[in-house]
Each structure stands twice: as structure tokens, then as C-alpha cells.
């Protein structure tokens, strides 16, 4: 290894021999769809508010609070507003390429034009009323506006060209530009063009849009110039020479290097305040889809994030790991600096085939061993982290992510980063055999067993996603190497032998009539009839319920698990197992639950504790719901008087018919071959905190099923009391769960149908809530389960219908 002065021509680590700076590429977000989604989200629901008819309450006390006031205010008022005028598009356009800023000229053009068209398509589908045709006393300022109000136009446009801007300005800069956007917002309100609605519902369009043009066309990755690290560096007392960009591949900062008055070549991380990782919206994400979050320092000042760094490496200097030396960790507001020694070497996915032999990953793996047992995870142990050196021996570096004080579960995250990215670089220099051979050798059985949940993309550095992108199998062969290599059953073996021609028929035959059931009951004509014109915004709210408790209940599923499990993964596993379910009954849907769990990276036993913990949980939930509304309805006096149900043996009738045809389906399944026994189930047991989360999330889910039915009520003009239909729903929840029997389809609707019949609802209402209850909880979430099944891998549970 050299630190010090370096002969002239020798190249950075990872470079080539006169490699000049880093050029600038646009980079694609994660939080960018994030972002397109949520914006879509909340304008979908003030579509569904404004389409409602009437004006609520608080946005008549919001508008006239704005509205009221001064009419001194209009002069500063109407100058900002001109913003969100469809002609402060291409000027801000023009503006931004005479400073040569085509790309942003580019997003502000489209996001802006985009934006203003889209505005007038929502206005033309929704014809909300301005508030000059509404009895709200509105003030015009600016005199009528024509036209309808939602979403307002002005809005959309600011919106759009704040988010366009967004990417190219300073955090300070983006501060005065969704300043500005929200007060053209507010200034529509004010002049009495637009109601709050209106407005939110504008600004939520044009983030939406502009967020798009930003996923699609990239945005530019931030640099900074070296006369400014320079200066940085000198003034914390770090007098260097030659400040240059380093050729090294950095995503969390920005890497210089330089030379000290000693001439020593030195390392200089810039770490600057506008990196992605402190987009809180990023780590939301992160936390929702994965549970963690790389950067966990992200937020904290600078200067913090520099010391920490150092901490880092320092404490993991004195456990004998090889490290460069910390040299200086300072910062500031706006800027902060982490100076090392100069490592010379190359990094572990840049070695050809031939170099990285079994005896350079264990001296690798030897070095993350110690890494860990110091407590310390480096939270970004890709191959690019570790360099090895003239005299082959490896180096740890880049601790920016590093945290101190780590449990199990966060060093089982490096082990799988670390497999995952060397199987996963350029031309595949090692086997996956071999990596996890030696990691095995030297960590043993538990750490890798550990790293299996972590070996699914999501939980993945975003160079190794990338990487991975192009050939997935590379990470499907690590798994099945640990696998092999610990001697664990294969987590693709099918779960179940063949259900069956005959049992497939006679399911689907059965989930047909239990579907058909109501509609007969009540008539076809009458069941959609009484679903009105108003009756869709319900709809609406009940799709958007229905997906939320889908979400729950993957949720509850992630918390059931010891090891983390992906939010996403884990609702793919809830809707294949709601599938399974219906051949094999609640124990196979159980079991299946298990066996993708295992899929997910679980031991089985683990795997099907969890599954036992997630149907305790959903009993436990149902009953803390069905409890807590009870009890709110008799406080609230609005238990209604029980009535005698009108359509008691017509619904009988066919919910016994689709009982029998599916319980039969499920015998014949049975019958069709001996399911595999199941691995002995430890008792379950957890973390006091974890099992309180589990509990709220299962209770979450039962409690958004339960307001989809009132939802679907109200949709076809019932008026029976929330509290009382959230009550008799939990409960049935429980009874159907604790009874598998009395969950077989054709069971479920039957009981709705009486319940809703007892609290008064017509026939009518009934039935068609029953229907689209059922539709949105469990036909739709099996139907989806089900094309998963058979486009993912259908020879691991051929079981679908």
C-alpha cells in the first residue's frame, strides 16, 4: 500500500491513467413514482369530493377566512399569482435557457404545458361549480371567472414548474419556489376564482406532473467546484494543493483529491447538503418498502454525518480492520469535509477472475468479521467498498452510512449486499458457490442463514438493483447457493401435490354462485339500480379503502416476521396465499403463507410462526375492532333496533349452494395427494413492541374492510349508522376466521346479507353492498393472487381455481 506521495502516472483507485472529472448524468429517483402516485391519490380524492354535490363545511370557513380579507392585498397578490399563468411557462423557460440551463428549460416547458392541459381535461370531467355560483358569499376581487372550479389551473401550473425547478436550485431556492407556488394557490382562493379544494387539488396535478417528467428524463446529479472544497478544507486548518475530482463511483458525496503540505495524497469526501438521502419523502419510502433506511444520519447536520463517518472507521481501526487513516471530519452548515490517506488499489468488482481467488474473500470476509464483531454494519458493503492493494490485501472504506452500536439484523444486511454485489458485478468474477462458501467459513452457519430475507432487491443498494437489473438470476443464484451450502429446503419445492381438474371446478363453481348469490337474491336490475349517480364517489372510497387494508395486512405479515420482509413482498404473499385459500381451505392458505415467507429468505420454522402469529393477530384484531365499535355505537346511542331479515332462505339458499360446491372442491384437493407435513412451529414469540404492532395493524386492516362495506352502503343509499356496521363486520371477521368453516364462500355473504337486513337495509342495498364488499376484499385480492401465481412460478403452488 502507498499513502503517501504516489509516482507520478500511478492512477486512482478505480481509474484510468489521466481520467479527467466526473462527468455530470441525469439520475432517476426512486421517489419520483412515489411522489406520482401520492399526488394522484390526493386528486383522486378530490374528485371524489368535489363530484359529491355538496360543499362541506370546513372548505366554506377556509374560503371565506382567505377570502375576507383586505383588498389592499390584491396588488402583491396579483403579481404573484401570475405564476400559475399558462404565458410564465415559456418565459421561465426562456429565462432558464439564456442561462444555459436546457434541461431545466426543458422540464419547466413540459411539466408546465402538461400541467395546464391536464387541468382542463379534470375540470372538464368533474364541472365543479366556481365559488361565484355557490352560496358562499365570495368576494371577486378580480371580477367572475368562467368556467369550472376543480381543479384550478393557476394551481396546476405553479405546482408544476416548482417541482420542474426543483432539481436545479439550492434547498434554500426550493423553499422560495413552493413558497411561491402555494401562495398562487392561496391568491385563487383569495380573489374568489377558486375554493380550497380547488386549489390542493391543482398543486397535487402538478406535482404529479412534473415529478413524472422527472422520472421519465432524468435530473442532474449536483457538483461542486474544487476552488470550493479547497477553500473548505483550508478553512478547517487543512492548507492542500491540486484539489481534484476523483474518478471513483460515489453516490452519497462528492470525491476529491489532493495533496498536503507533507505531500501526502489525500482522500476528500465533499458531503453536500442536497443529496436524494435527505428527502424525507425518500426515507419514508425506504422504511415503508424495505424497514430501514441506508443513510440513517442523513438528516442530522453535517458536520455530524462527518464525525460520525470518522467514529466509524476509527472504531473499527482499533478492532485491526484496515482502514484508511481519518485524517480531518469537520463541516458546516452548508458544506462538510471527511479527509483519509490514500488508499492506492482497485476495487473487488473491478478484479478479473483470475485475482479474486477463495483466499482474497476470506482476508475480505475476515475484515467484515471484524467489522461486526466491533458492532459497527458499514450499511453499504458493496464490492466498490473494498479495495484491495498492490499487496492484495483488502481495505474497507467508505463508513458515510456506518452505524455504531448495530444489532444482528442490520450486519446480516452487509453480508447480503456484500454477496449479492459481487455476484452481481461486470463479468462475474466469482462463483456464488464459492462466495458463499468462504463467507460461510469464516462468519458461519447463523450470519449467512441471517442474510437470506436481506437477498431480494428491494433490501439492496441501488448499484447492486441496478446491476441486477440486466440478469436477475445472478441473485436467485446466491440464494440457492446459501441454501445448498446450509443445507435448507429448497424454498421453491411445490407446498402442495396437484389439487385437481375436479377440485378446480367445483371452487370455481362455488366462488361463482357465492358471487352470483346476492344478485339473485335481489334482482339483477334492482341490485345495480340501486347504486345512484352519487353512489360512485362511495365506490371510489371503498377502492381506495379496499387497497389500504391490503396494505395493512401485508404490513401485519412484515411485523409477524423475525426478519424483514418487504412490504411489497409480503402483500404478493398475502394475495397468492388469499388464492391458495380457496382450494386448500385456512390451514392451506396458512401453509402457503409459510412457504412464500420462506421464498422470502425465513427458515421455515420461522416461516411458519409467523404465518401462525399473522392468524392469531387476525383474530386478536378482529375482536379488539368489534369490541372498540360496540362500545363507540352504545356510547354514541346509534345501535339500531334489530329487524328481522327479509331475505333470510333466498340467501340461504344459494350461500349453502356455494358452501357445498366449494367445500367439496377443497375434500377433493385433499383427497388428490397428501399435502407434506409441516415443519414443527416453535411457540411464537417476539418483542413486546413487535407484537403490538403486529396486533394494530391487523386490527387496521379488519377496521378499512369494515368501512369498504359501509362504503359500498352508502353507495346504494343505505343509512345505516357507521359504528354499528364496523361492529357487526368485525365480528363476523372473527367468527369466519376462528371457524374456517363458517369462511367458506357462500358463508361470508350469507351472514353480510343477514346482518345488514337485521340493522334495516332494503334488499336492494344489501345485495349490492355485499357484492362490491366482497368484490374489493376478497375476489379482486384472490383474482390478482392468482395471476401472480401463474405468471411468477406456477409450479410452485398449483393450486389456483
Excluded at 487 to 500: C, I, N, Q, S
Aim: with cysteine; glycine share 10%.
Amino acid at each position: 500500500m502507498s499513502t503517501r506521495t504516489v509516482p507520478e502516472g500511478r492512477a486512482a483507485p478505480g481509474t484510468r491513467p489521466g481520467a479527467g472529472p466526473v462527468r455530470s448524468r441525469p439520475q432517476r429517483l426512486t421517489t419520483d413514482p412515489v411522489r406520482v402516485a401520492l399526488g394522484l391519490v390526493v386528486l383522486g380524492t378530490g374528485v371524489l369530493i368535489a363530484r359529491r354535490g355538496q360543499l362541506p363545511v370546513l372548505e366554506r370557513d377556509l374560503f371565506r377566512l382567505v377570502n375576507d380579507l383586505p383588498a389592499a392585498v390584491l396588488p402583491a397578490v396579483w403579481v404573484v399569482m401570475q405564476l400559475g399563468n399558462v404565458l410564465a411557462v415559456p418565459v421561465l423557460a426562456v429565462a432558464a435557457a439564456l442561462g444555459r440551463r436546457l434541461r431545466a428549460a426543458r422540464d419547466l416547458l413540459v411539466s408546465g404545458l402538461a400541467a395546464y392541459v391536464a387541468a382542463d381535461l379534470v375540470k372538464a370531467l368533474v364541472g365543479r361549480e366556481r365559488p361565484g355560483g355557490l352560496p358562499v358569499g365570495a368576494v371577486l376581487h378580480e371580477g367572475p371567472a368562467g368556467g369550472a372550479g376543480f381543479v384550478s389551473g393557476h394551481s396546476a401550473v405553479a405546482a408544476a414548474l416548482a417541482t420542474a425547478a426543483a432539481p436545479y436550485l439550492t434547498r434554500r431556492g426550493r423553499r422560495v419556489a413552493w413558497t411561491l407556488a402555494w401562495t398562487v394557490a392561496v391568491a385563487r382562493v383569495y380573489v374568489g376564482a377558486h375554493l380550497p379544494l380547488d386549489v390542493v387539488g391543482g398543486v397535487a396535478l402538478g406535482w404529479a406532473i412534473g415529478s413524472l417528467v422527472h422520472w421519465l428524463a432524468g435530473v442532474p446529479t449536483r457538483q461542486v467546484r474544487p476552488a470550493r472544497v479547497e477553500a473548505v478544507l483550508r478553512r478547517f486548518g487543512l492548507p492542500v494543493t491540486g484539489v481534484a475530482p476523483a474518478a471513483v463511483r460515489a453516490r452519497s458525496s462528492q470525491p476529491f483529491e489532493a495533496v498536503d503540505a507533507d505531500g501526502r495524497r489525500l482522500y476528500v469526501k465533499y458531503l453536500a447538503p442536497d443529496r436524494h438521502e435527505r428527502d424525507r419523502l425518500y426515507r419514508w419510502w425506504r422504511v415503508f418498502a424495505v424497514g430501514d433506511v441506508k443513510d440513517a444520519d442523513a438528516l442530522a447536520p453535517l458536520h455530524h454525518q462527518a464525525e460520525h463517518e470518522a467514529v466509524a472507521a476509527l472504531t473499527v481501526e482499533r478492532r485491526g480492520v484496515r482502514v484508511p487513516s481519518v485524517l480531518l471530519a469537520r463541516g458546516a452548515d452548508r458544506d462538510a469535509v471527511v479527509v483519509q490517506e490514500y488508499v492506492v488499489g482497485r476495487p473487488l468488482d473491478e478484479l478479473a477472475a483470475g485475482e479474486l481467488t477463495p483466499g482474497l474473500l476470506r482476508e475480505v470476509w475476515g475484515q467484515v468479521a471484524r467489522t461486526h464483531a466491533a458492532r459497527v454494519a458499514h450499511r453499504d458493503l458493496v464490492a466498490a467498498s473494498v479495495l484491495v492493494d498492490p499487496a492484495g490485501r483488502p481495505w474497507l472504506v467508505d463508513f458515510g452510512n456506518a452505524r455504531t452500536g448495530a444489532t444482528d439484523d442490520e450486519t446480516a444486511v452487509d453480508v447480503a449486499e456484500l454477496l449479492a454485489s459481487l455476484a452481481a458485478a461486470p463479468g462475474s468474477p466469482a462463483e456464488p458457490a464459492v462466495l458463499v462458501a468462504t463467507a460461510v467459513d469464516v462468519l458461519g452457519d447463523a450470519a449467512v442463514a441471517a442474510a437470506l430475507p436481506s437477498l431480494t432487491p428491494l433490501a439492496l443498494s441501488w448499484e447492486t438493483r441496478r446491476r441486477l437489473h440486466d440478469d436477475p438470476a445472478r441473485l436467485r443464484a446466491v440464494r440457492t447457493a446459501v441454501h445448498a451450502r446450509l443445507d435448507l429446503p429448497d424454498p421453491d419445492r411445490p407446498a402442495f401435490p396437484p389439487a385437481g381438474p375436479a377440485a378446480r371446478v367445483l371452487v370455481t363453481a362455488g366462488c361463482a354462485v357465492a358471487l352470483a348469490g346476492p344478485v339473485l337474491v335481489a334482482g339483477a336490475g334492482a341490485t345495480a339500480g340501486s347504486i345512484g349517480p352519487q353512489g360512485w364517489r362511495w365506490l371510489g372510497g371503498a377502492l381506495l379503502l379496499a387497497g389500504a387494508a391490503s396494505l395493512a395486512r401485508a404490513t401485519a405479515v412484515r411485523h409477524a416476521a423475525d426478519r424483514r420482509v418487504s412490504v411489497g413482498r409480503a402483500l404478493v404473499l398475502t394475495l397468492v396465499a388469499r388464492n391458495v385459500g380457496l382450494v386448500r381451505g385456512r390451514d392451506g392458505e396458512r401453509r402457503a403463507r409459510a412457504r412464500l415467507l420462506e421464498r422470502a429468505g425465513l427458515l421455515p420454522p420461522d416461516a411458519h410462526a409467523a404465518a401462525v402469529r399473522t392468524a392469531l393477530a387476525g383474530l386478536g384484531g378482529s375482536a379488539v375492532v368489534a369490541v372498540t365499535a360496540l362500545a363507540l355505537a352504545a356510547v354514541d346511542g346509534s345501535v339500531p333496533t334489530w329487524r328481522s331479515p327479509a331475505t333470510v332462505l333466498a340467501a340461504a339458499a344459494t350461500g349453502a349452494a356455494a358452501w357445498v360446491l366449494t367445500g367439496a372442491g377443497q375434500l377433493a384437493a385433499r383427497r388428490a395427494g397428501s399435502d407434506p407435513a409441516p415443519p414443527r412451529v416453535p411457540r411464537p414469540t417476539g418483542p413486546r413492541e413487535d407484537r403490538a404492532a403486529l396486533f394494530g395493524w391487523a386490527a387496521l386492516a379488519t377496521a378499512l374492510e369494515a368501512t369498504v362495506l359501509a362504503c359500498a352502503l352508502y353507495a346504494a343509499g343505505g343509512r345505516v349508522p357507521v359504528l354499528a356496521v364496523v361492529a357487526g363486520y368485525a365480528a363476523l371477521r372473527l367468527l369466519w376466521t376462528a371457524l374456517p368453516a363458517a369462511g367458506l364462500p357462500g358463508a361470508p355473504e350469507v351472514l353480510l346479507l343477514l346482518l345488514l337486513g337485521g340493522l334495516g337495509t332494503p334488499v336492494a342495498a344489501a345485495c349490492a353492498a355485499v357484492v362490491v364488499t366482497r368484490s374489493l376484499t376478497t375476489w379482486l385480492p384472490a383474482a390478482v393472487g392468482l395471476a401472480i401465481d401463474r405468471r411468477a412460478r406456477p409450479h410452485v403452488l398449483p393450486t389456483s381455481p
